[in-house]
């Protein structure tokens, strides 16, 4: 192993400069040369590839987004894209590759490494914290405080009003950043995928805290919940209640993928990155890079990939019990 490369894939996280500092000074630090692929697998095939130094990685920690760019490539899904993607890397003499990204970022890399046998390993680059293999993924923790940040300026406004607000967070397959911002923030109401919450349920919940002279109410809703999006939802409690409930909606949106990386982040990104590199060093391929009861540990693409991560009950249990 001399010469790695490292991109970013799939959706942006807050966190992706820090993994990519880490990566280039870690690769650096042990003698590697290292190479930066723009916008992903896109750039892969294009062969927008440049060799990075120690200062290429300066003054990004505190970032937001990727100073790498990241891209979907539909024509990396085909025979003829990967191709051209690998005869591209052998023009720079590239051993090693390291991802950071998702799920689709892990599959394409498990079918490139089946056709080129060229390891990589993988840092979890998202924010729904939805990848077996690692307790918490690079942005999570940061999408939680800005979701948690909006949660606390609306309850404010829900109170000065007596108005019950459907936040609505990102979570397509995830609710993880639902139910821990819905818990820091007091919501009396947290909707997930993972489980299913009856619409009357809600209505109950809602009418029992008026009863109880409750000024306000939040209710959290991951995108991806099987009532449908926030607004959906709101309209039918509507219909429900009528004119006895004042409800409003809020959707959070991409402003969660935004913004500086918390502490928790940056460090967790740098653990990463670094443990990419090395693990390349080793001998590693075709794996991801994680975290889990604070140990590194290296989970292969093929798990990370069709094991699912389920949310602890505890935490939905917790939801329920503080909402009384």
């Given amino acids: ?3 790695i490369a490292i991109y970013t894939s799939g959706g942006d996280a807050p966190g992706m400069n820090a993994c990519i500092r880490a990566v280039v000074r870690g690769a650096i630090y042990h003698g590697l040369k290292v190479y930066g692929i723009r916008r992903g697998y896109n750039g892969m095939i294009s062969g927008d590839i440049f060799e990075m130094t120690s200062s290429s990685v300066s003054n990004i920690v505190q970032r ?5 760019k990241s891209a979907r490539s539909k024509e990396f899904m085909t025979p003829e894209g990967r191709k051209k993607a690998y005869d591209n890397l052998v023009k720079f003499g590239i051993d090693g590759l390291v991802a950071i990204g998702g799920n689709g970022t892990f599959t394409g ?4 490494y089946n056709e080129y046998q060229l390891p990589t390993v993988g840092c979890p680059g998202t924010i729904d914290n939805d990848l077996y293999g690692t307790d918490y993924t690079i942005g999570f923790d940061s999408a939680v405080n800005t979701s948690l940040e909006a949660i606390d300026k609306i309850r404010d406004t829900a109170d000065s009003h007596d108005r019950v607000f459907f936040i609505e967070v990102m979570g397509r397959d995830s609710g993880y950043i639902a139910v821990q911002s819905g818990i820091g ?8 995928p993972e ?3 009856p619409l009357k349920k809600v209505v109950s919940s809602l009418k029992d805290g008026w009863r109880r002279s409750k000024s306000s109410s939040i209710v959290v809703v991951a995108e991806g919940d099987e009532e449908g999006h926030a607004t959906e939802i709101a309209e039918k409690i509507k219909a429900q209640v009528g004119d006895k409930l004042d409800i409003r909606v809020t959707t959070l949106g991409h402003v969660q993928r935004g913004g500086s990386p918390t502490a928790y982040d940056r460090i967790l990104a740098s653990r990463m990155g670094l443990a990419a590199v090395e693990g390349l060093m080793n001998g590693q391929k075709n794996v991801m890079a994680g975290v889990v009861n604070n140990e590194v540990v290296y989970t292969p ?3 990370t990939i069709k094991k699912t991560k389920p949310i602890h009950d505890d935490l939905l249990r917790m939801v329920h ?3 009384i």
């Fill in 195 to 197: 489980t299913h919450t």
């Fill in 301 to 303: 693409f093929i798990d």
């Fill in 1 to 3: 192993m001399k010469q």
């Fill in 185 to 192: 923030g007091g919501a009396e109401i947290v909707m997930v």
């Fill in 109 to 112: 890399a498990e079918v490139f």
């Fill in 64 to 68: 937001g987004g990727t100073i790498l």
């Fill in 321 to 323: 019990i503080l909402s």
